[in-house]
Nanobody, 123 residues
């Protein structure tokens, strides 16, 4: 059974950092593109960042470029999203997802999803 379990969400002040983790189990971690998506209240789920199966390539939404960093640790079967300079508009539920190669930014291309973790940025 595949499980993706996110952690690290919470309340942070605007301008501050926050790190998210996603621990994967039940799948061959190194075979999947790993992505982070988010969904704000009354909005559609949107792509945030993704990382190739090897970790050699990373992809970011324009809103995340220069502020967020995605990485993965194959020894721990974990993908991370480190967020800096957070803004109130980053407030959303953040989801971890696993999908097949090659990378895609569309949510329906991903096979497995975590339950999500809430990130709230106060102004």
């Amino acid at each position: 059974q595949v499980q993706l379990v996110e952690s690290g969400g919470g309340l942070v002040q605007a301008g501050g950092p926050l790190g998210l983790s996603c621990a994967a189990s039940g799948l061959t971690f190194g075979s999947y593109v790993m992505g982070w998506f988010r969904q704000a209240s009354r909005k559609e789920r949107e792509f945030v960042a993704a990382i190739s199966w090897s970790g050699g390539s990373t992809y970011y939404a324009d809103s995340a470029k220069g502020r967020f960093t995605i990485s993965r640790d194959h020894a721990k079967n974990t993908v991370y999203l480190h967020m800096n300079s957070l803004k109130p508009e980053d407030t959303a539920i953040y989801y971890c997802a696993a999908g097949p190669t090659p990378y895609r930014s569309t949510w329906y291309a991903y096979e497995f999803w975590g339950q999500g973790t809430q990130v709230t940025v106060s102004s």
